[in-house]
Protein backbone atom coordinates (compact mmCIF):
# COMPACT_ATOMS: atom_id res chain seq x y z
CA UNK A 1 0.00 0.00 0.00
CA UNK A 2 2.63 2.56 1.51
CA UNK A 3 4.94 1.70 -1.79
CA UNK A 4 1.92 2.22 -4.09
CA UNK A 5 1.51 5.48 -2.60
CA UNK A 6 4.57 6.61 -2.96
CA UNK A 7 4.96 5.58 -6.53
CA UNK A 8 1.39 6.80 -7.60
CA UNK A 9 2.76 10.44 -5.87
CA UNK A 10 5.71 10.62 -7.86
CA UNK A 11 4.45 9.50 -11.22
CA UNK A 12 1.62 12.28 -10.32
CA UNK A 13 4.27 14.85 -9.78
CA UNK A 14 6.08 14.35 -12.66
CA UNK A 15 3.46 15.53 -15.19
CA UNK A 16 -0.34 16.72 -15.40
CA UNK A 17 -2.67 15.14 -17.73
CA UNK A 18 -4.24 17.34 -19.90
CA UNK A 19 -7.99 16.47 -20.17
CA UNK A 20 -10.75 18.33 -22.51
CA UNK A 21 -14.06 16.79 -21.11
CA UNK A 22 -17.52 16.24 -23.53
CA UNK A 23 -20.28 16.09 -21.51
CA UNK A 24 -23.88 16.91 -21.18
CA UNK A 25 -24.12 18.13 -17.54
CA UNK A 26 -27.32 19.55 -17.00
CA UNK A 27 -29.08 16.36 -17.59
CA UNK A 28 -27.97 13.34 -15.49
CA UNK A 29 -26.24 14.85 -12.47
CA UNK A 30 -23.21 11.70 -13.08
CA UNK A 31 -21.05 14.56 -14.91
CA UNK A 32 -21.38 17.38 -12.49
CA UNK A 33 -19.80 14.28 -10.12
CA UNK A 34 -17.18 13.52 -12.80
CA UNK A 35 -16.44 17.39 -13.13
CA UNK A 36 -15.91 17.97 -9.77
CA UNK A 37 -13.65 14.99 -9.65
CA UNK A 38 -11.41 16.72 -11.87
CA UNK A 39 -11.44 20.10 -10.61
CA UNK A 40 -9.94 18.84 -7.53
CA UNK A 41 -7.48 16.26 -9.02
CA UNK A 42 -4.01 18.37 -8.87
CA UNK A 43 -2.66 16.50 -11.74
CA UNK A 44 -5.52 16.91 -13.76
CA UNK A 45 -5.82 20.20 -15.79
CA UNK A 46 -8.65 20.57 -17.52
CA UNK A 47 -8.35 22.62 -20.76
CA UNK A 48 -11.94 22.22 -22.13
CA UNK A 49 -15.07 21.22 -21.86
CA UNK A 50 -17.67 20.76 -24.62
CA UNK A 51 -20.89 21.28 -23.91
CA UNK A 52 -22.25 18.50 -25.91
CA UNK A 53 -25.53 16.30 -26.97
CA UNK A 54 -28.80 17.83 -27.60
CA UNK A 55 -29.43 21.22 -26.05
CA UNK A 56 -25.92 22.11 -26.12
CA UNK A 57 -26.44 25.70 -25.15
CA UNK A 58 -28.21 25.09 -22.38
CA UNK A 59 -25.86 22.41 -21.35
CA UNK A 60 -23.22 25.30 -21.77
CA UNK A 61 -25.46 27.45 -19.32
CA UNK A 62 -25.17 24.66 -16.76
CA UNK A 63 -21.53 24.11 -16.95
CA UNK A 64 -20.96 28.04 -16.35
CA UNK A 65 -23.26 28.09 -13.41
CA UNK A 66 -21.63 24.71 -11.80
CA UNK A 67 -17.88 26.40 -12.11
CA UNK A 68 -19.40 29.64 -10.28
CA UNK A 69 -20.63 28.12 -7.65
CA UNK A 70 -17.76 25.86 -7.60
CA UNK A 71 -15.53 29.07 -6.96
CA UNK A 72 -14.21 28.67 -10.17
CA UNK A 73 -13.43 32.26 -11.26
CA UNK A 74 -10.16 32.19 -12.48
CA UNK A 75 -8.07 29.52 -14.67
CA UNK A 76 -11.17 28.25 -16.10
CA UNK A 77 -11.66 26.15 -18.97
CA UNK A 78 -12.59 26.68 -22.06
CA UNK A 79 -16.23 26.47 -22.76
CA UNK A 80 -17.48 24.98 -26.26
CA UNK A 81 -21.47 24.82 -27.25
CA UNK A 82 -21.57 21.68 -29.43
CA UNK A 83 -23.23 21.69 -33.05
CA UNK A 84 -26.77 20.39 -31.62
CA UNK A 85 -27.70 23.60 -29.86
CA UNK A 86 -31.29 23.49 -29.35
CA UNK A 87 -33.03 21.49 -27.33
CA UNK A 88 -34.86 20.92 -23.84
CA UNK A 89 -32.10 19.89 -20.53
CA UNK A 90 -33.63 18.40 -17.36
CA UNK A 91 -31.47 21.64 -15.87
CA UNK A 92 -32.58 24.82 -18.01
CA UNK A 93 -34.48 26.31 -15.21
CA UNK A 94 -31.42 26.28 -13.01
CA UNK A 95 -29.05 27.60 -15.68
CA UNK A 96 -29.18 30.39 -17.82
CA UNK A 97 -28.34 32.87 -20.81
CA UNK A 98 -27.15 34.95 -17.73
CA UNK A 99 -25.04 32.46 -16.47
CA UNK A 100 -23.25 32.33 -19.49
CA UNK A 101 -22.53 35.82 -20.26
CA UNK A 102 -20.87 35.78 -17.14
CA UNK A 103 -18.45 32.78 -17.64
CA UNK A 104 -15.32 34.44 -16.91
CA UNK A 105 -13.28 32.28 -19.68
CA UNK A 106 -13.65 31.58 -23.25
CA UNK A 107 -16.88 30.97 -24.74
CA UNK A 108 -16.55 29.14 -28.19
CA UNK A 109 -19.15 27.69 -30.70
CA UNK A 110 -17.07 26.15 -33.12
CA UNK A 111 -16.54 23.24 -30.17
CA UNK A 112 -15.00 20.55 -33.23
CA UNK A 113 -12.30 23.22 -33.99
CA UNK A 114 -11.64 24.04 -30.30
CA UNK A 115 -11.13 20.04 -29.72
CA UNK A 116 -8.57 20.16 -32.83
CA UNK A 117 -7.19 22.83 -30.98
CA UNK A 118 -6.40 21.27 -28.00
CA UNK A 119 -5.27 18.54 -29.55
CA UNK A 120 -3.15 20.45 -31.47
CA UNK A 121 -1.52 22.30 -28.25
CA UNK A 122 -0.97 18.82 -26.86
CA UNK A 123 1.06 17.47 -29.79
CA UNK A 124 3.33 20.17 -30.35
CA UNK A 125 4.18 20.34 -26.29
CA UNK A 126 4.55 16.58 -26.66
CA UNK A 127 2.19 15.72 -23.37
CA UNK A 128 -0.65 13.44 -22.85
CA UNK A 129 -4.02 14.75 -23.70
CA UNK A 130 -7.20 12.55 -22.70
CA UNK A 131 -10.46 13.14 -24.10
CA UNK A 132 -12.99 12.03 -21.51
CA UNK A 133 -16.56 11.30 -22.94
CA UNK A 134 -19.66 11.12 -20.75
CA UNK A 135 -22.14 12.14 -23.99
CA UNK A 136 -23.48 11.54 -26.86
CA UNK A 137 -20.39 13.05 -28.62
CA UNK A 138 -21.77 15.13 -31.81
CA UNK A 139 -18.57 17.90 -31.60
CA UNK A 140 -16.04 14.99 -30.40
CA UNK A 141 -17.54 13.18 -34.16
CA UNK A 142 -17.01 16.25 -36.11
CA UNK A 143 -14.19 17.04 -34.96
CA UNK A 144 -12.47 13.75 -36.03
CA UNK A 145 -13.99 13.93 -39.48
CA UNK A 146 -12.34 17.78 -39.69
CA UNK A 147 -9.25 16.16 -38.36
CA UNK A 148 -9.00 12.34 -38.40
CA UNK A 149 -5.07 12.49 -37.21
CA UNK A 150 -6.49 13.80 -33.61
CA UNK A 151 -7.20 10.37 -32.92
CA UNK A 152 -3.30 9.49 -32.83
CA UNK A 153 -2.65 12.58 -30.45
CA UNK A 154 -5.13 12.02 -28.30
CA UNK A 155 -6.62 9.27 -26.14
CA UNK A 156 -10.22 9.23 -25.42
CA UNK A 157 -12.33 7.55 -22.24
CA UNK A 158 -15.75 6.91 -22.40
CA UNK A 159 -18.85 6.26 -20.36
CA UNK A 160 -21.37 4.19 -22.66
CA UNK A 161 -22.64 0.81 -23.41
CA UNK A 162 -23.45 -2.15 -21.62
CA UNK A 163 -21.42 -5.18 -22.57
CA UNK A 164 -22.95 -8.43 -20.54
CA UNK A 165 -25.12 -6.24 -17.92
CA UNK A 166 -27.23 -3.10 -18.14
CA UNK A 167 -29.31 -1.35 -15.44
CA UNK A 168 -28.08 -1.93 -12.42
CA UNK A 169 -25.03 -3.92 -13.29
CA UNK A 170 -27.16 -6.73 -13.39
CA UNK A 171 -29.79 -6.21 -16.20
CA UNK A 172 -29.63 -7.94 -19.51
CA UNK A 173 -27.07 -5.35 -21.35
CA UNK A 174 -29.43 -2.41 -23.10
CA UNK A 175 -28.79 -0.03 -25.57
CA UNK A 176 -26.96 2.64 -23.40
CA UNK A 177 -28.32 6.30 -23.64
CA UNK A 178 -24.71 7.85 -24.62
CA UNK A 179 -24.61 5.03 -27.52
CA UNK A 180 -28.13 4.92 -28.58
CA UNK A 181 -28.59 8.86 -28.51
CA UNK A 182 -26.60 9.32 -31.66
CA UNK A 183 -25.37 5.83 -32.89
CA UNK A 184 -23.85 7.71 -36.03
CA UNK A 185 -21.41 9.68 -33.98
CA UNK A 186 -20.66 6.68 -31.70
CA UNK A 187 -19.53 4.70 -34.75
CA UNK A 188 -17.07 7.37 -35.49
CA UNK A 189 -16.14 7.88 -31.83
CA UNK A 190 -16.10 4.44 -30.64
CA UNK A 191 -13.32 3.19 -32.91
CA UNK A 192 -11.05 5.71 -31.51
CA UNK A 193 -11.82 4.49 -27.63
CA UNK A 194 -9.24 3.12 -25.60
CA UNK A 195 -10.67 2.86 -22.01
CA UNK A 196 -14.56 2.00 -21.60
CA UNK A 197 -16.80 2.73 -18.65
CA UNK A 198 -20.14 0.51 -19.46
CA UNK A 199 -23.03 -0.33 -17.49
CA UNK A 200 -21.84 -3.18 -16.20
CA UNK A 201 -19.35 -1.40 -13.54
CA UNK A 202 -21.26 2.36 -14.21
CA UNK A 203 -24.74 0.98 -12.75
CA UNK A 204 -23.94 0.35 -9.55
CA UNK A 205 -22.17 3.41 -8.94
CA UNK A 206 -23.41 4.99 -5.98
CA UNK A 207 -22.15 6.74 -2.56
CA UNK A 208 -24.22 6.42 1.04
CA UNK A 209 -23.91 5.68 4.51
CA UNK A 210 -20.57 6.92 5.95
CA UNK A 211 -19.08 8.14 2.95
CA UNK A 212 -21.93 10.52 1.58
CA UNK A 213 -22.47 11.99 5.28
CA UNK A 214 -18.83 12.80 4.76
CA UNK A 215 -19.79 14.75 1.60
CA UNK A 216 -22.51 16.70 4.11
CA UNK A 217 -19.81 17.35 6.65
CA UNK A 218 -16.99 19.06 4.34
CA UNK A 219 -19.34 21.18 2.01
CA UNK A 220 -19.02 24.05 4.74
CA UNK A 221 -15.24 24.06 3.46
CA UNK A 222 -14.74 22.97 0.27
CA UNK A 223 -17.01 24.99 -2.43
CA UNK A 224 -16.94 21.85 -5.31
CA UNK A 225 -18.63 19.70 -3.04
CA UNK A 226 -21.52 22.86 -1.31
CA UNK A 227 -21.94 23.30 -5.40
CA UNK A 228 -22.14 19.99 -6.62
CA UNK A 229 -24.57 19.03 -3.48
CA UNK A 230 -27.15 22.14 -4.15
CA UNK A 231 -27.23 21.12 -8.56
CA UNK A 232 -27.92 17.73 -6.85
CA UNK A 233 -30.70 18.91 -4.68
CA UNK A 234 -31.99 21.08 -7.74
CA UNK A 235 -31.91 18.13 -9.63
CA UNK A 236 -33.49 15.39 -7.45
CA UNK A 237 -37.16 16.33 -8.10
CA UNK A 238 -36.52 17.20 -11.68
CA UNK A 239 -35.01 13.95 -13.11
CA UNK A 240 -37.49 12.34 -15.07
CA UNK A 241 -35.40 9.26 -15.59
CA UNK A 242 -35.79 5.98 -12.67
CA UNK A 243 -32.83 4.16 -13.22
CA UNK A 244 -30.48 6.60 -12.12
CA UNK A 245 -33.03 7.39 -9.34
CA UNK A 246 -33.22 3.66 -8.25
CA UNK A 247 -29.91 2.00 -8.13
CA UNK A 248 -28.70 -1.22 -6.26
CA UNK A 249 -28.10 0.88 -3.03
CA UNK A 250 -31.55 2.53 -2.80
CA UNK A 251 -33.09 5.19 -3.81
CA UNK A 252 -31.59 8.53 -4.52
CA UNK A 253 -32.52 11.15 -1.59
CA UNK A 254 -30.99 13.58 0.87
CA UNK A 255 -28.62 10.70 2.31
CA UNK A 256 -27.40 8.97 -1.06
CA UNK A 257 -26.76 9.69 -4.55
CA UNK A 258 -28.33 8.59 -7.32
CA UNK A 259 -26.73 6.23 -9.85
CA UNK A 260 -23.41 8.31 -10.74
CA UNK A 261 -22.11 6.59 -14.09
CA UNK A 262 -19.81 9.43 -15.15
CA UNK A 263 -17.79 9.56 -12.05
CA UNK A 264 -16.76 5.70 -12.53
CA UNK A 265 -15.97 6.89 -16.27
CA UNK A 266 -13.21 9.79 -14.76
CA UNK A 267 -11.69 7.90 -12.27
CA UNK A 268 -10.83 5.43 -15.28
CA UNK A 269 -8.43 8.24 -16.29
CA UNK A 270 -4.81 7.50 -16.04
CA UNK A 271 -4.15 9.58 -12.96
CA UNK A 272 -6.02 7.52 -10.63
CA UNK A 273 -5.53 3.94 -9.89
CA UNK A 274 -6.32 0.99 -12.28
CA UNK A 275 -6.78 -0.80 -8.59
CA UNK A 276 -10.95 -0.51 -8.58
CA UNK A 277 -12.27 -2.13 -11.74
CA UNK A 278 -12.19 -5.61 -13.40
CA UNK A 279 -10.60 -4.76 -16.71
CA UNK A 280 -10.54 -6.82 -20.02
CA UNK A 281 -9.61 -6.51 -23.33
CA UNK A 282 -12.48 -6.30 -25.56
CA UNK A 283 -13.67 -6.26 -29.54
CA UNK A 284 -16.64 -3.56 -29.61
CA UNK A 285 -18.74 -3.24 -32.45
CA UNK A 286 -22.07 -1.38 -31.93
CA UNK A 287 -25.20 -2.41 -33.92
CA UNK A 288 -27.61 0.46 -35.64
CA UNK A 289 -30.09 0.04 -32.53
CA UNK A 290 -26.93 1.26 -29.98
CA UNK A 291 -26.63 -1.68 -28.59
CA UNK A 292 -22.58 -2.46 -27.80
CA UNK A 293 -21.19 -5.96 -28.56
CA UNK A 294 -18.23 -6.90 -26.65
CA UNK A 295 -16.81 -9.73 -29.28
CA UNK A 296 -17.60 -8.89 -32.68
CA UNK A 297 -16.13 -9.70 -35.48
CA UNK A 298 -13.66 -7.06 -36.87
CA UNK A 299 -14.78 -4.83 -33.84
CA UNK A 300 -12.60 -2.17 -32.15
CA UNK A 301 -9.94 -3.29 -29.48
CA UNK A 302 -10.08 -1.21 -26.13
CA UNK A 303 -9.86 -1.98 -22.23
CA UNK A 304 -13.36 -2.04 -20.61
CA UNK A 305 -14.03 -2.05 -17.29
CA UNK A 306 -16.29 -5.60 -16.62
CA UNK A 307 -16.81 -5.59 -13.03
CA UNK A 308 -15.77 -3.94 -9.86
CA UNK A 309 -12.94 -5.25 -7.76
CA UNK A 310 -12.73 -2.59 -4.61
CA UNK A 311 -16.09 -0.62 -5.14
CA UNK A 312 -16.01 0.30 -1.24
CA UNK A 313 -12.19 1.67 -1.75
CA UNK A 314 -13.49 3.15 -5.06
CA UNK A 315 -16.22 5.33 -2.96
CA UNK A 316 -14.08 5.99 0.06
CA UNK A 317 -11.20 7.33 -2.17
CA UNK A 318 -13.50 9.45 -4.36
CA UNK A 319 -15.37 11.38 -1.56
CA UNK A 320 -11.64 11.83 0.42
CA UNK A 321 -10.49 13.28 -2.98
CA UNK A 322 -13.84 15.45 -3.20
CA UNK A 323 -13.61 16.10 0.26
CA UNK A 324 -9.97 16.82 0.31
CA UNK A 325 -8.28 18.49 -2.79
CA UNK A 326 -4.01 18.80 -1.96
CA UNK A 327 -4.65 15.16 -0.93
CA UNK A 328 -5.63 13.66 -3.90
CA UNK A 329 -2.33 12.25 -5.01
CA UNK A 330 -1.95 10.71 -1.62
CA UNK A 331 -5.60 8.88 -1.71
CA UNK A 332 -5.15 7.84 -5.38
CA UNK A 333 -3.59 4.94 -6.04
C1 LIG B 1 -31.92 -1.78 -8.73
O1 LIG B 1 -31.74 -2.67 -7.64
C2 LIG B 1 -32.38 -2.25 -6.45
C3 LIG B 1 -31.96 -3.22 -5.34
O2 LIG B 1 -32.22 -4.52 -5.71
C4 LIG B 1 -33.87 -2.19 -6.68
O3 LIG B 1 -34.51 -1.75 -5.50
C5 LIG B 1 -34.14 -1.22 -7.82
O4 LIG B 1 -35.50 -1.16 -8.11
C6 LIG B 1 -33.36 -1.60 -9.07
N1 LIG B 1 -33.49 -0.52 -10.03
C7 LIG B 1 -33.99 -0.66 -11.26
C8 LIG B 1 -34.06 0.57 -12.10
O5 LIG B 1 -34.36 -1.73 -11.71
C1 LIG C 1 -9.80 -9.13 -30.86
O1 LIG C 1 -9.61 -9.32 -32.24
C2 LIG C 1 -8.29 -9.68 -32.59
C3 LIG C 1 -8.17 -9.66 -34.11
O2 LIG C 1 -9.30 -10.22 -34.71
C4 LIG C 1 -7.97 -11.03 -31.99
O3 LIG C 1 -6.64 -11.41 -32.29
C5 LIG C 1 -8.12 -10.92 -30.47
O4 LIG C 1 -7.91 -12.18 -29.88
C6 LIG C 1 -9.49 -10.40 -30.09
N1 LIG C 1 -9.50 -10.13 -28.66
C7 LIG C 1 -10.51 -10.44 -27.88
C8 LIG C 1 -10.36 -10.09 -26.44
O5 LIG C 1 -11.53 -10.97 -28.30
Not at 8 to 35: E, K, N, Y
Not at 207 to 226: R, Y
Not at 235 to 250: I, Y
Request: aromatic share 8%; proline share 6%; glycine share 6%.
Amino acid sequence: MILHWIRAILVLAATGLRVVLDTDLGDDIDDTWALSALLQTPTVELRLVVADSFGAWSHACAVAKFLRLAGRSSQVPELAIGPQRVGRTVMETWATAQDLKAFPGQVRSDAPQAIIEQVQAAARDDVPLQILVLSPSFALAAALREAPWIAQKAQITAMGGSLWHGTNGTGPPLAEWSVKADVASSLEVYPHVSRLCPLDVAGTAQIDGAEFQELLNCQGQVPVVKALLEMYWAWLPRCPWRSPLDGPKGPADHARSSVIYDLAAATMLPVYSSEFMELREVNLTIDSQGFTHPDGRGGWPMVAGVSWRRQMEWEKTVVQLLCTRGAAAKVIL
